[in-house]
Structures are given as structure tokens and as C-alpha cells.
């Protein structure tokens, strides 16, 4: 609405958080609407901050307004978070230079086929992968709330990205940071972690939840900050202020209105945050959500499988399709992303190629399709995945 007065969201002091599923439900409205209509939060102005603050808006209206205001009038579409020229006037402000991620259209095929538009998260900065967004909001939110000071440090449970995101901040920060690695954590990620100055803590096992309990158990009797990525609504929030807004303008920017979602599981911040933003902005022709996992016993790493615990996945209303993959067809994707595209995922991201090549094979993909997925690192991360994919099948 012309004549209101607005505050930069940045500018507020955050309120508590309310209900994630409240501040869902009602995000949802402000997406499938476009507009978002003040007078809905009389007394509420704790929702209010914070449905604007998941949905990407830049600004937050003083008053009622008169009536409902667009996203333009919130600043969804303008991204003024980021310096154009990408200059970080500290090595902090790093996460949001050089953004948004590039959104990329991806062959499928060598030539020809249908696109496969992927969003490279391997262009951040400290983890080269898209838990640098999860890590920096799980981080801002308790300095935001003055309670860091109270703990010795943080700990948290992770095999790879998620934590050397977070020793990243925590040397920025001065923090200390203790990483629990599980036993399949690879060693030149424990040396990545002990370089960046964290403390390492080998565990027997998995990322399990009894393991994210253990580390609750831990992180009370040592007095550290445990942000557990698992539970924390920072995760998902990150995911759809930044990744899942910046897919929205970019799309729109492109042209391209997304038909289907491909997109992996492992907390399933990222996967739940892009498939309810963008199920409820397309909501007049919902694009189809396929969710990508590993097959039963199979590793990929970063991914795992539904029933090992997600939070946010059947939180956001949002019906979905389940995909299994195996370890080789997620390094036979990998192959086929290199020699189609001359760039390289992660073994993850060979899992969201392998599940396409698979659709496309079954017809449900066709040509006239826009597919949409977040790829979330590089293949660079993982020589012995890049080692076996030479030897996939089809190696000709
Ligand atoms: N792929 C890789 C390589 C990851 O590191 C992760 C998360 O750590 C994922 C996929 C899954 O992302 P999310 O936890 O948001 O589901």
C-alpha cells in the first residue's frame, strides 16, 4: 500500500518465535496470496515479524496500512541483502556475497532432452555446500538472542558440511566448537575440521537420533551451545528466506515456471523449505515434489532415508513422491552431470541426476517439463566417489 511506513526487517529485534507450524500455516497464506494483510496480526506482531522474516521479505510495515501489502511492496523480489559487486567487508559477510547462487540449466543429455534447472550451492563460502546458510542462521539466532555468551562454546553432531560450516563461524566468532564425528566421517573432512580449529570427538556409529540425543546429553553437561541442525527451525528457515526466495526471483527472472522438484533428503530443511515455498507460490498449477533418498543399507553421503527421523517434511502440507537410489546410480549420475554439463556434484547431487534420468525413462519427465533441484556440493569434495563413478556402469 502506497503511504505506509516500513522498518527494515534487519533492523528489528527479534521477538520469541512462535509455533514453527503456526508461522507455516500462515507464510503459506502470504505465498499463495502475494500480499500480506496486516490486519491479520492484531496483537500478533511476533507472527507477523516472523512469517515476514521466513518468506524472504526485506521490510515490515508500521501499522495496518489500510489493507494488504504486495511481496514487491515487502522487497521479496529485490535481493538487498547482496552487494552486486560482491565486495565482504569482513570474511562474516562472505555468506551472502556473490549471491544469489547461480541457478543453472542443466542437460539431462548430452543434447537435446528436458532441463534440469539446478541451483549450485557448492558457490558458498565456507562449507562449498548449502548447509552454510543452515550453519550461519542456527548461529545468528542465538547471537541474536544474547545467549551465546552464556555457554563455554558449541558442539554439534555432523560427518561433513554442517560442520565445518559451523567451525568456520566459530573461528570467525572466536568460539569454541566441537564436532562429534560419527564413524563413517571421512578423514580428510576430520583434518578440514581440526584446520578451521575445531575439537574433535569420534563416536561408534551413524548420525542417528539416539547419537543427536547423546550430543544433547553432552552439550548440557559441558555447558556448550548444541544448534542441532535436526530440530532447529533455523534450518529451515535459512532454506526459505535465502535458497527457496532466491529460486522464486530467479525463476521469474528466467521465465520458467517449474512443473516438478527434484530434491534430497538428509534433515530436510532444504527440501521442505523449497517444495512449500514454491508448491504455495505456483499454487494456481503446484509443481510435482519428488523427494530423493537412499535405497535401503545404501550410503550417499549428505542424504538418508525418511524414516531415520525428518522434522519439517511432513510439517509444510505438501504431498509428495518418494525415490530410492543406490550408491552407484547416484555415481552414475554424477558421470552423467560431467559429461553433459562439464560440472560436477557431489554424490547427492548424482543422486537428483540419477532420479531424473530415471523419470525421464518412465515418461514422466518430458521435454516440456521445467524440472527444479538444489544441488548441494561439488563432486570435487569426494575423490573416492569421483574414483568409482569412473567405473559406473555404461563406462565406455
Ligand atoms: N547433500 C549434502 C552433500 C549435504 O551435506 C546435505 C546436508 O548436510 C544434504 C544433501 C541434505 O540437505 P538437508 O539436510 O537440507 O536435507
Known amino acids: 500500500m502506497s503511504g505506509c511506513r516500513y522498518e527494515r526487517l534487519s533492523g528489528v529485534k527479534p521477538p520469541a518465535l512462535p509455533g514453527i507450524r503456526e508461522v507455516l500455516g500462515e507464510a503459506s497464506i502470504v505465498l499463495r496470496e502475494k500480499r500480506f494483510d496486516p490486519s491479520r496480526y492484531k496483537g500478533r506482531g511476533d507472527l507477523a515479524y516472523w512469517v515476514l522474516r521466513f518468506i524472504g521479505a526485506d521490510v515490515i510495515p508500521l501499522g495496518e496500512c489500510g489493507g494488504p501489502i504486495t ?11 547482496y552487494d552486486p559487486y560482491s565486495v565482504a567487508r569482513d570474511p562474516l559477510d562472505l555468506v551472502l556475497a556473490g549471491k544469489p547462487t547461480p541457478l543453472v540449466a542443466l542437460r539431462l543429455e548430452r543434447r537435446g532432452g528436458p532441463r534440469l534447472w539446478a541451483k549450485l550451492e557448492w558457490y558458498n563460502p565456507y562449507s562449498l555446500s548449502v548447509k ?7 548461529v545468528k539466532l542465538i547471537l541474536e538472542g544474547g545467549e551465546l555468551s552464556s555457554y563455554e562454546g558449541m558442539v554439534e553432531v555432523s560427518s561433513s558440511n554442517t560442520g565445518i560450516a559451523l567451525a568456520s563461524l566459530s ?3 572466536g568460539v569454541n566448537f566441537k564436532v562429534v564425528l560419527p564413524s563413517h566421517a571421512s578423514i580428510e573432512n576430520e583434518r578440514i575440521l581440526r584446520l578451521l580449529g575445531a575439537g574433535i570427538e569420534r563416536v561408534c556409529g551413524g548420525i542417528t537420533w539416539e ?4 550430543v544433547k546429553r553432552m552439550a548440557a553437561g559441558q555447558r556448550l551451545y548444541n544448534p542441532d541442525q535436526y530440530s532447529n527451525d533455523g534450518n529451515i528457515l535459512a532454506h526459505l528466506r535465502f535458497t527457496a526466495r532466491e529460486l522464486i526471483v530467479q525463476l521469474r527472472h528466467a521465465g520458467v515456471k517449474p512443473s516438478k522438484l527434484i530434491l534430497v533428503s538428509g534433515t530436510s530443511g532444504t527440501a521442505s523449505a523449497v517444495s512449500f515455498a514454491l508448491t504455495n507460490y505456483y499454487n494456481e498449477e503446484p509443481p510435482e515434489t519428488v523427494i530423493v533418498v537412499p535405497a535401503p543399507g545404501e550410503k550417499i553421503e549428505g542424504i538418508r532415508r525418511l524414516e531415520s527421523g525428518v522434522k519439517w517434511l511432513d510439517m509444510i502440507g505438501v504431498d509428495y513422491m518418494v525415490e530410492e537410489v543406490t550408491r552407484r546410480e547416484a555415481l552414475e549420475g554424477m558421470r552423467i552431470a560431467a559429461r553433459a554439463n562439464g560440472v560436477i556434484p557431489g554424490v547427492s547431487g548424482g543422486a537428483v541426476f540419477a532420479v531424473a534420468k530415471r523419470l525421464r ?3 514422466v519427465i518430458s521435454g516440456g517439463d521445467e524440472v527444479i533441484t ?5 563432486g570435487f569434495k569426494y575423490p573416492e566417489a ?7 556402469p555404461g563406462e565406455g
Request: hydrophobic share 50%; net charge negative.
Open 211 to 214: 547419537l543427536v540425543e547423546e
Open 374 to 378: 538444489i544441488i548441494p556440493d561439488s
Open 361 to 363: 525413462e518412465r515418461g
Open 171 to 173: 573461528a570467525l566468532l
Open 386 to 392: 569421483v574414483k568409482a563413478a569412473l567405473g559406473a
Open 132 to 138: 552454510d546458510r543452515v550453519a550461519w542462521q542456527l
Open 71 to 81: 511481496l514487491e511492496e515487502l522487497g521479496f523480489y529485490r535481493f538487498t541483502d
